[in-house]
């Protein structure tokens, strides 16, 4: 955001065009962030099992589950391979390296 790269109010589907299928083409970063986005809530452990592409496409394939805005529903797709993939996808970085690189950053403003 201090980059001007992306809004809170964006569709997600904005900038990974392949999420916005079955209904989530209207969840912006806010409604990820904040467990509002309709994502199936509490999703089993099971879909990470086979690794982070695979459990991308688990997250693509699934369909929203309900209004967003309205009511907060813990979601791990928000915070597993969407938030992930999302951040690779802005930055050019995986959530470790951007994540790191937040620290350093904070670290240096104290």
């Not at 459990?55 to 693509?60: C, I, P, Q, V």
Request: proline share 4%; aromatic share 8%.
């Amino acid at each position: 955001m201090q980059e001007g790269k992306l809004r809170l109010d964006d569709p997600v589907a904005k900038h990974c065009p392949e999420f916005g299928q079955n209904g989530k083409a209207h969840v912006t970063i806010y409604e990820l962030l904040t467990h509002q986005g309709g994502l199936t809530p509490d999703n089993a452990l099971r879909d990470y099992e086979d690794g982070p592409e695979r459990a991308w496409e688990t997250d693509l394939r699934s369909e929203t589950a309900g209004e967003t805005r309205y009511e907060v529903r813990v979601q791990r797709r928000g915070f597993s391979s969407c938030w992930a993939r999302f951040v690779r996808r802005v930055s050019g970085k995986s959530l470790d390296e951007f994540s790191a690189n937040l620290s350093v950053s904070a670290a240096g403003d104290a």
